[in-house]
Nanobody, 126 residues
Framework: QVQLVESGGGLVQAGGSLRLSCAAS????????MGWFRQAPGNEREFVAA????????YYADSLKDRFAISRDNAKNTVFLQMNSLKPEDTAVYYC???????????????????WGQGTQVTVSS
C-alpha cells in the first residue's frame, strides 16, 4: 500500500509556471506507475499525465503535452508535474495517483489507479 501527499499548488498568473510534487510513503514506490489527474468544479476528473514505474514511458493528455512534463525520482519516492504557460482553464484540483506496475489498460483511465492523494488546488488568474 502507498500513501500520497501532493504539494506545490497555489495561485499563479496566466503564463506562469508551477511545479507540483507528490510524495509517496512506503518502500515500494518503484513498483507503481504514477499519474496526475485534475478536476475543476462541475467537471469530470480529467487525465493529465502518467509515468511508468521505471520512468521510461510517459503519457500525456494531447492538449497538455506541450506545456506539462511529468517526472519521478524513485530514490526520493516523489513524482513531479512541471506546468508551464499556465492558462485560466488549467484551474483545478490536481490529484496524484498510483497503480501497480502490472496493471493492464490505459494509463489515462482514473479507475485503473488504486491510490490517490488528497489533491492540491491550482488557480490560474487571467
Amino acid at each position: 500500500q502507498v500513501q500520497l501527499v501532493e504539494s506545490g499548488g497555489g495561485l499563479v498568473q496566466a503564463g506562469g509556471s508551477l511545479r507540483l510534487s507528490c510524495a509517496a510513503s512506503g518502500r515500494t514506490f518503484s513498483s507503481y506507475d504514477m499519474g496526475w489527474f485534475r478536476q475543476a468544479p462541475g467537471n469530470e476528473r480529467e487525465f493529465v499525465a502518467a509515468l511508468s514505474w521505471s520512468g521510461g514511458n510517459t503519457y500525456y493528455a494531447d492538449s497538455l503535452k506541450d506545456r506539462f512534463a511529468i517526472s519521478r525520482d524513485n530514490a526520493k519516492n516523489t513524482v513531479f508535474l512541471q506546468m508551464n504557460s499556465l492558462k485560466p482553464e488549467d484551474t483545478a484540483v490536481y490529484y496524484c495517483a498510483a497503480r501497480n506496475k502490472y496493471t493492464m489498460g490505459s494509463h489515462s483511465y482514473w479507475h485503473h489507479y488504486s491510490y490517490w492523494g488528497q489533491g492540491t488546488q491550482v488557480t490560474v488568474s487571467s
